[in-house]
Every structure is written in C-alpha cells, then in structure tokens.
Nanobody, 125 residues
Framework: QVQLVESGGGLVQAGGSLTLSCAASGDTLETHFMGWFRQARGKDREFVAS????????YSAESVSGRFTISKDNAKNTVYLQMNSLQPEDTAVYYC??????????????????WGQGTQVTVSS
C-alpha cells in the first residue's frame, strides 16, 4: 500500500489561504484515486475533495466548492489542496487518502485504502 504524509497545515486568519500537500511513497499515484477529508473536534470525518488517477476529474464538497482546489502532480507523487477564503468552520484535522483504481467516478470515503496521519488547520476569526 502507498504511504501518505500530509504537510502544510497551520494557523491562519479568516479569509486567508493555505496549501496542503500529501506526499506519497511506496507506490505511484498514477494508479490512485486521491481524496482529502477533514475531521473537526467532536464531529465525524467528512469529504472535502477528490481527484481521479489522471488528474482530469475532480469532486468537491458543496461547503468548499469555489474556495478549495485539489490537484495532483504525478511526477512529484504529490497531491495538493489549495484552500482560499478560509473560515473558522474550516478548522479541522485534514487527512489525505488513496485508493488504487482507474475509476474516475466518485469514490466514497469507506472505499479508500490508505490514509495519512493528518495535518491540523486552524482558522481564527
């Protein structure tokens, strides 16, 4: 299985931006559907955005649509989450996940096979 390490989290003021990175090792992301999820304190983990193996098909949650962008650099074996116009409700631990598949349709959270340790994003008001 691929190993995933997230980075880029931190503290930012409302309206600010952050870019999260998810570096993979042990396998190529060219054969993986990738996703970003988040879990706020006391809440269930929720879907944020995902991208297919080719990088051409993306999905995003309604709550982040137009503010967050997922992208993939297969040459660097890294997935990114560009987050703009951050709000306090975006505060959470953000996780990267992977599923080995050439599917381009939406992959639900329960189908992902590998998960990173998470990176904390805190947005102050």
């Amino acid at each position: 299985q691929v190993q995933l390490v997230e980075s880029g989290g931190g503290l930012v003021q409302a309206g600010g931006s952050l870019t999260l990175s998810c570096a993979a090792s042990g396998d190529t992301l060219e054969t993986h559907f990738m996703g970003w999820f988040r879990q706020a304190r006391g809440k269930d983990r929720e879907f944020v955005a995902s991208i297919d193996w080719s990088g051409r098909k993306t999905y995003s949650a309604e709550s982040v649509s137009g503010r967050f962008t997922i992208s993939k650099d297969n040459a660097k074996n890294t997935v990114y989450l560009q987050m703009n116009s951050l709000q306090p409700e975006d505060t959470a631990v953000y996780y990267c996940a992977a599923k080995e598949t050439f599917r381009s349709d939406y992959v639900p959270q329960g189908d992902f096979e590998s998960w990173g340790q998470g990176t904390q994003v805190t947005v102050s008001s």
